[in-house]
């Protein structure tokens, strides 16, 4: 018995190992680090093109799945021209009261004006505004209660530092759910903030 399970424990790390080098590899949203404080950072997002849907999910739980089922359905050829669209991170998600959404970044060589029209009519192509934001990281795996306190740790280092946050505070997720090891989350949100002045 000893041996079967030291072949399985033995294939299960590889296999994670695999997935976190396959997922280091995969596109990502790209920014500029404007400024490090303690426990969070301030960066610079240009412009990005997402596929988009909303929801009237209240809770991580409920918008992370049908929201993903729904996207993942437009990049694995649920358009126009059944077009399979490559992966990228972060997922971005912004659970609110009013009306939630979950967003997955293209890959930058598409735009709104040559990316597939999706068959489904929910989800929507759009381009992001460039913005300034705070951001802070953390390990794990994500949820609601993870989320709360690293948005209320947010907040609270943005008060002492007298920065100003616009908006909802929204999650991004960076790994598959299959993913056990070097797993990453972060919270953002968008803030008040001039570049060339001292802060």
């Known amino acids: 018995m000893l041996p079967i399970l030291l072949v399985v424990f033995v294939i299960l790390i ?10 280091s590899k ?10 490090k404080e303690a426990g969070f950072e301030v960066r610079y997002y240009p412009p990005a093109t997402l596929a988009t849907i909303k929801s009237s999910a209240k809770s991580y739980r409920e918008l992370s799945s049908a929201g993903f089922r729904k996207i993942a359905g437009y990049i694995y050829g649920n358009n126009e021209s059944s077009t399979k669209i490559a992966m990228t991170s972060p997922v ?38 460039e913005e ?7 390990g794990g ?3 609601d209660a993870t989320i709360k306190k690293y948005t209320e740790q947010l907040e609270k280092s943005l008060e002492l530092k007298g920065i100003k946050p616009i908006g909802n505070f929204r999650y991004l997720g960076y790994n598959p759910p299959y993913q056990l090891i070097a797993r990453k989350n972060e919270i ?11 802060k």
Do not use: G
């Open 132 to 138: 300034y934001v705070a951001a802070i990281e953390f």
């Open 92 to 129: 971005h998600m912004d659970i609110n009261k009013n009306e939630s959404s979950m967003s997955f970044v293209m890959p930058s060589k598409y735009s709104s004006k040559n990316l597939p029209r999706p068959n489904d009519v929910n989800v929507e192509i759009h381009e992001s505004p």
């Open 14 to 23: 590889a296999f994670q190992s695999f997935m976190s080098i396959s997922t």
């Open 26 to 35: 995969i596109e990502k949203q790209q920014y500029r680090v404007i400024k």
């Open 141 to 143: 795996f994500a949820n």
């Open 188 to 198: 953002i949100v968008a803030i008040d903030w001039q570049e060339n002045a001292v």
